[in-house]
């Protein structure tokens, strides 16, 4: 009999979580067009979230730094707390929320916003709560001491 695979068990990509329904309310509002914002806020506003979203880059160089994988779905060989990790537990995560409201705010549409809360829970209980779990078996001690210290999300 083997054993499990070590690893998270996310239920999918997270990438994958944001952008699938990203992509249906975009096409939504190409269907029925509902604005967010009077001008000049969409040009403001949606440059300065994609900017925030970029938040995900030194977390993914620091991921590399550690010489461990950055996908939740392959094993962990690094506990990464450096970079943007000393901040939050998941920057790549608030990065990719900030891209989501980035790319809303810039299109100047509503569709994405209903979805957005659907998707942080889907985040959380499908993805966050298993690399968790997975973090504390795989690191123990060290991983429980960096979780005390730093903020799950902001």
Known sequence: MTS???IPGVIAPPP????????????????????LLPAP????????????????LPA????????TRPEPWKPSTALVISGPYRFTR???????????LGITCWVNTLWPLPLLPLVLVV????VIVREEAY??????????AYRARVRRWL
Do not use: K, S
């Open 90 to 100: 998941n920057p790549m995560y608030v990065g990719m929320t900030f891209l989501y």
């Open 135 to 144: 973090m504390e078996r795989r690191f123990g001690e060290a991983y429980r």
């Open 16 to 35: 994958l979580i944001f952008g699938v329904p990203l992509l249906l309310a975009l096409l939504l509002h190409a269907w029925v067009p509902r604005g």
């Open 4 to 6: 499990p695979p070590d």
């Open 123 to 126: 985040m959380q209980y499908g």
């Open 41 to 56: 806020w969409p040009g403001i506003l949606g440059p300065a979230c994609v900017v925030l979203g970029l938040l995900a």
């Open 60 to 67: 993914l160089f620091a991921f590399r730094r550690a010489g």
